[in-house]
């Protein structure tokens, strides 16, 4: 059986290639996403390479092999499941629960895992917005962007938060960042790199283009 690092490593990689859309991932992201050092990151993906995971390219990164995308996805599918289980039937906060679903998706039995999903009414998506993938591996896709891409005068509404950090996730709760909220852009000041938005009939308040760049919208 794989270890919880090697799962963990999977799914940071799946999920960054994803996020990007691109199969290849560079090995900076990927230290940067679990929090090791570069030669650390390196020497876990020369193992992963050696068992079949992936392939590894020097100065370029890596690309998960069929059987990695396969656990990858796997375990990507158990930890959205438990952070909208932990959100929707335990009353959890959403800033709380990405590193209790982190301890969880690995013990978690398959049969025990589709009995969740049927409890949970098979949801589509987690908490912070993301599309859960199916049993089979099938995950849908969205086209959009960063609130930082958009334009003074356009309305456009939340799609997801690309940011599990505490700080920022309760950050956009209490400013009322979350998915599905609309939002009209007031301005745009890029001297100052922030922007004025509004939401509903809300006082208007600004964030910064930092902070912007983290939340994902539609038109």
Known sequence: MPSPTVENYLKQILS?????DKREVPM???SEALR????TATSMVKNLEKEGWLSYKSRKGVKLTASGRKLGMNILRRHRLLETFLVETLGLD???IHDEAEELEHAISEKVLERLDDFLGRPRHDPHGHPIPTKVGIIQRHKNRSLLDCKEGMTVTIDSIDDQEKNFLKFARTKHLVP????KILSREEVANAMELKIGKRNPFSIGFQAAQKILVSA
């Open 28 to 30: 900076g992201l990927i």
């Open 94 to 96: 959403w800033s709380e």
């Open 180 to 183: 599905g909220s609309n939002i």
């Open 36 to 39: 090791v050092t570069p030669g």
């Open 16 to 20: 960054i290639s994803l996020e990007r």
